[in-house]
């Protein structure tokens, strides 16, 4: 019987035995099977319940990807059913969720404020609402750069050639010869080996931080850096040590601080960065840079200067800081500018060596992201770099303004001026017993004084003066700044011009203080 049965599967077993025979040799025939061949068997050597459980795994692997996506009763036995009325009637009772907060009275008032300027901005535009010409007290036009007619005429140029967009990011196919001219241009204005062009100037220095400083590295950071700063720097999850708002001395005790918790804790050297700015956006004040440099290499730093206002501003032609205080640009690592505040063009930029500058061409993830500016826009900032090289006296005239601006803001009751003497972003706020601008625990209130100013500003620009407060993002920030008025001088307007526009400025702050007492 069982010899009968043996017989009777014989060619069954051959055709099972030939069967796996050739799938083996078909198995082996694939790229990289020996070495699975030799994972399972190892691990079937070393654990024979591993291979059952990772063939259930697969198995049901398969099934997963081979079932249905979709659970739904087809035969709908289990719907309810609605007649047309009934789903008419669900269809108006629905209100969908709002995508935003409601805005409040105030945030009403505040946005139906803001002034719009019919046709190009300039240092004295038309505003759309009444048709008014005004003294353009509000926007960067700190050269007097925007409607400068050799810059309309090169761009003009540009746009005829090139057409208006770039199509892409600068590392596929969004660099042409315009983008690379400017990065030359500002390299050599600046005394760099090398630049690199941002086509936003707010993603600029958020960018650079994160593409040089990484988790485990130590950022020694001023307390009122602005709101890009802030953001890179979160981005960059560091090790972040701030110090007090434009004080060395305190710069220099948290950097004896984290030397001295470095070798408490015996932790290796670490990638260290020093980030402030040269002109600080929030009130105006301007960094002692010799100084800065001089910490820089007494504790063996890294320097991350943001010049987006002192760049096109400051020194005998505009190249900043380090032209103002005769510190050569070498001295800064990375030295982060912007092409839209001191060009009166678009976009941002990081100079420095050429190491620096090819690192941000692969980590810089605004500028790997990013489409290019359009070109006729680099073409503007290199125009305007010429124009500064060529009319030093430009800047002369911008000093002049601003020390008349201050010289009829310092004489009006009510208020205090904030900020370096030779800034050209000229802050004030309302006077009180508090007059640091920013504090942890504001001793005033805020809303209150945001509505005083808002009313001076409106009061001005009915008057012919365009103004605007300083805006921030309340709650985000990591420091609540004051509330001021900020006032950007310009070259574009004569002495007289802009002591009468400082005079309609005072007049409004008496007006509407004396409405308030």
Request: proline content about 4%; glycine content about 8%.
């Amino acid at each position: 019987m069982d010899s009968s049965t043996s017989v009777a599967l014989e060619p069954l077993l051959s055709f099972l035995t030939f069967s796996l025979s050739k799938l083996e040799s078909g198995f082996y025939r694939i790229p990289g099977s020996a070495v699975v061949a030799r994972y399972v068997k190892s691990s079937h050597q070393n654990d024979p319940g591993r291979t059952i459980l990772e063939l259930i795994l697969v198995i049901f692997a398969i099934r997963t990807l081979l079932q249905s996506r979709t659970r739904t009763d087809r035969s709908g036995k289990h719907f309810i059913k609605f007649s047309e009325k009934e789903i008419d009637e669900l269809v108006d009772e629905w209100v969908p969720e709002p995508l935003a907060q409601p805005l409040s009275e105030w945030e009403q008032k505040d946005l139906s404020s803001v002034p719009v300027i019919a046709g190009p901005n300039g240092p004295k535009p038309k505003l759309l609402a009444t048709g008014k010409i005004v003294t353009n007290l509000a926007s960067f036009n700190f050269a007097g750069l925007a409607g400068n007619e050799k810059v309309k005429e090169r761009a003009l140029e540009t746009l005829q050639k090139y057409g208006l967009g770039s199509c892409g990011p600068p590392g596929f196919y969004g660099t042409i010869d315009v983008h690379l001219d400017l990065e030359r241009d500002i390299a050599e204005f600046l005394g760099t080996e090398a630049s690199i062009l941002y086509s936003q100037g707010f993603s600029t220095i958020s960018s650079v931080i994160p593409a040089f400083c990484k988790r485990g590295d130590i950022i020694v950071a001023d307390r009122s850096v602005n709101f890009a700063i802030q953001k890179g720097i979160l981005i960059s999850r560091s090790t972040v040590r701030w110090y007090d708002h434009n004080d060395l001395k305190s710069l220099e005790d948290a950097l004896i601080s984290v030397e001295k918790e470095r070798k408490k804790r015996k932790g290796p050297l670490t990638r260290r960065f020093i980030i402030t700015e040269g002109i600080f956006e929030r009130d105006g004040e301007m960094v002692d840079l010799p100084k800065l440099v001089e910490l820089k290499l007494k504790y063996k730093y890294r320097l991350i200067l943001d010049e987006s206002i002192s760049f096109g501003t400051m020194g005998r032609t505009g190249r900043g800081l380090t032209e103002l205080y005769n510190v050569p640009a070498s001295q800064i690592d990375m030295l982060v500018g912007s092409v839209a505040n001191g060009l009166c063009s678009a976009g941002g930029f990081c100079a420095g060596s050429a190491i620096v500058v090819d690192h941000q061409r692969i980590n810089g993830t605004s500028f790997v992201f990013s489409a290019s500016m359009p070109a006729l826009l680099a073409t503007s900032g290199s125009e305007a770099i010429t124009f500064l090289r060529n009319n030093p006296s430009v800047l002369l005239n911008l000093q002049d303004n601003i020390r008349a601006i201050r010289a009829v803001l310092e004489k009006t009751e009510g208020i205090t001026l904030l900020g370096h003497r030779a800034s050209p972003i000229i802050h004030f706020c309302l006077r009180s017993q508090q007059q640091s601008l920013s504090v942890t625990q504001p001793t005033y209130d805020y809303e209150a004084e945001e509505r005083i100013l808002q009313d001076i500003a409106d009061d001005a620009i009915a008057n012919g003066v365009l103004l605007t407060r300083a805006k921030h993002l309340r709650g985000q920030e990591m420091v609540e700044s004051r509330p001021t008025i900020r006032i950007a001088a310009t070259a574009a307007l004569t002495k007289k011009e802009v002591e009468k526009a400082a005079g309609v400025v005072k007049a409004s702050v008496t007006r509407i203080l004396s409405k308030r007492r």
